[in-house]
């Protein structure tokens, strides 16, 4: 089972602050995710990762970014929060020869105020 | 485009009696599909999955899931629910491997509680 961590866990910030999501995961996954996740509502894909130096953006629009300058790390940040960004962000990571099989970390909840 | 369909937002059981979950999909070929539980708090942890072969699946925790081509389904089922299976359950599909085609679609979810 793969090991994913996320930080912070919780955040509560202003609107217009910058905000990085880290998200590092040990065992070596080529592929990483993002996905965003409102109460009582599916998962949304919203940033992938093939690698180092490779970035898609998924099924729902964001204004976030992120970038993959290392394998094990795929970090998500949000240039000028806003209380529509309030949400849990998941990521996940999945290993090249079976990239459908995708593994999470416990998640980060945003409150922007 | 895929979809996924969990048609019940939340169900009560009480502890001991037998449980399914719901899941319908929508995608041309077999696809690949998955359940995952996420504990208040917590990540999504794989319980299934199935990409082809025996219809039938077993899980983690003592969960199966039938794939039904016929009627688009993969229903999740546990013969005798403990009350630490109160979660939520996320029925999810993918076109395959490989590229775009692993990313996962996901349903709304299904809210377990469990009686005493």
Known sequence: ?113 | AQSVTQPDIHITVSEGASLELRCNYSYGATPYLFWYVQSPGQGLQLLLKYFSGDTLVQGIKGFEAEFKRSQSSFNLRKPSVHWSDAAEYFCAVAAGYGGSQGNLIFGKGTKLSVKP
């Open chain 1, 1 to 113: 089972e793969a090991d994913i961590y996320q930080t912070p866990r919780y955040l509560v910030i202003g609107t217009g602050k910058k905000i990085t999501l880290e998200c590092s995961q040990t065992m070596g996954h080529d592929k990483m995710y993002w996905y965003q996740q409102d109460p009582g509502m599916e998962l949304h894909l919203i940033h992938y990762s093939y690698g180092v130096n490779s970035t898609e953006k998924g099924d729902l629009s964001s204004e976030s970014t992120v970038s993959r300058i290392r394998t094990e790390h795929f970090p998500l940040t949000l240039e000028s929060a806003r209380p529509s960004h309030t949400s849990q962000y998941l990521c996940a990571s999945s290993p090249r020869d079976r990239e459908e099989t995708q593994y999470f970390g416990p998640g980060t909840r945003l409150l922007v105020l």
